[in-house]
């Protein structure tokens, strides 16, 4: 079993920058790939980045590519999205999302855990 807690969610500015936290539990971390997600009032949830277990492949959701960045420390288990020139569009609740195999994935049916998420306001 897996649980996932995010955190740094918030009201920020357009062109202002967020950073949020995804800590895990569960001593597999590491063999995990991860994901994060989000979804708007009203909208379906879709994906937005996604990183190996060992941080060597990442793959973003066009929308933010070149503004976000997925990391992760294995050691600390936790995987962080940076979010930068952040705009009203990017308005969310963000979602962090576990694999149990170390595949990489855009397909939110094909994470395992799922966090509660951490709400993102993006004024203009």
């Known amino acids: 079993q897996v649980q996932l807690v995010e955190s740094g969610g918030g009201l920020v500015q357009a062109g202002g920058s967020l950073r949020l936290s995804c800590a895990a539990s569960?001593?597999?971390?590491?063999?995990?790939?991860m994901g994060w997600f989000r979804q708007a009032p009203g909208k379906e949830r879709e994906f937005v980045a996604t990183?190996?277990?060992?941080?060597?492949?990442?793959y973003y959701a066009d929308s933010v590519k070149g503004r976000f960045t997925i990391s992760r420390d294995n050691a600390k288990n936790t995987v962080y999205l940076q979010m930068n020139s952040l705009k009203p569009e990017d308005t969310a609740v963000y979602y962090c999302?576990?694999?149990?195999?170390?595949?990489?994935?855009?397909?939110?049916?094909?994470?395992?855990?799922w966090g509660q998420g951490t709400p993102v306001t993006v004024s203009s």
């Open positions: 999302a576990a694999r149990v195999v170390n595949a990489i994935s855009q397909y939110l049916q094909e994470y395992d855990y």
């Open positions: 569960g001593r597999t971390f590491n063999r995990y790939a």
């Open positions: 990183i190996s277990w060992a941080s060597y492949t990442t």
